[in-house]
């Protein structure tokens, strides 16, 4: 019984980072689109890429346990 509740903990785990990458992620894309400066600019273009690296990997992490979403 207790293997079940570690692998229902590690699936919330998951999930609760997939929800902090999301939002990472659309902060990071916001902060993209606002800057003008070429250098922020740079610095928010390795930050978005980041974010979208973090998150496609968790979404497949996801995708392959078939959580819901």
Known sequence: ???KQSAISQDEILLNSLQSARID???ATDLFN???DDTAV???SYSLLAARA???YL???AKEKKLSL
Do not use: G, Q, R, V
């Open 1 to 3: 019984m207790k293997l």
């Open 25 to 27: 992620l659309e902060k």
């Open 42 to 44: 740079d610095y928010a």
């Open 59 to 61: 979404l497949k992490l």
């Open 34 to 36: 606002e800057l003008t």
């Open 54 to 56: 973090k998150y496609s």
